[in-house]
């Protein structure tokens, strides 16, 4: 079962009282391990012994959230993780993602307030990245598809996160060569340690470096070798101040890579952009704050918002692949420069 997709009506002020109470519970649990031990399941006197923490606190804590969540259940004096969350994607990478990794952000809502960069460089990147490192996000089977059907050997993935894409595209052909472009420190770092892992250090590289300033970045001889670009969650960064910092970043790509095919693999925006946003989408508009509170604001809502920013970069759209997943609704446009 995935439980993004349960509709669930509008919140009201208790609601969102609990939700904050529920959500710092569950950080903190899943911050120090105790949602882990949970996993196999564990009594409050085992626990509060070995994190030391005061029984009936945390008992009451933990009834909380056996009561008001789907995630923890008791049986007897037992507590343990519901079955539908051991999949690290459900529970302990969201909660670095939009608590550990952006909540500080939210948390001092009044500086990002008021802050140039919106809260950007507030966000905890080293736990952002940990992360996706654990994670692993799937690479799109729909870039990986198309790679396989043209034959292209040869792809420069921007902001290329831990490297999953790269990874899958070597492990499917043997002369296959790749380059990832990440300006986060950390996330480099996952990408390299999971190259190695791979053993793939002698057919993918990954260069710490700003998407937006790739002429800076990748020298002249190397971004001749490249047949293809990913772009996977990275155009919608750009849409902070309107439509002209993607089509900035677009119209650099094609100068830089021209009749290069580039794969947008990104997400269909809802906040600010639907005036009626179907429950089913929460999690899409938990993701479009974010956006908002790291300056990179909301994209468009649809394919026809996208055509004019590709009109006005002087790139064409030729494919769309689209999908519905967890309560996000993604797409691929295949875009030649």
Known sequence: MNPFAQPRPKASVLDAIEGYYLASTLNQLHRVGLLEQLRSGSTVERLGCHFGYTPDLLAALL??????TDLVTRSGDEYRLAETFADEYFLGFQLD??????????????????????????VNRVVESEAYGRFGPPPN??????MQTLASRALLDIGCGPATTLTALAERDDAFRGWGVDVVDSMCDAAR?????????????????DGRNLDAVLPADLREQVEAIQCKSVVNEFFGRGDSGAVAFLRNLSALFPERLLFNVDYYGKLGRVDAIPSQYRHTMVHDVIQALTGQGVPPERKEGWLPIYEAAGVQLEHVFEGDDSGIEWFVHVVKL
């Open 193 to 209: 340690a999971r190259i190695c892992r791979f053993g793939f250090e002698d057919r993918i590289k990954i260069i710490n470096g």
């Open 97 to 122: 993602k939009f608590i550990g990794g952006y909540g500080p952000a939210i948390n001092s809502l009044e500086e990002s307030l008021r802050r140039e960069d919106r809260g950007c460089s507030l």
């Open 63 to 68: 009834e909380f959230l056996v009561q008001r």
């Open 141 to 146: 089977p729909v870039v990986l598809a198309i």
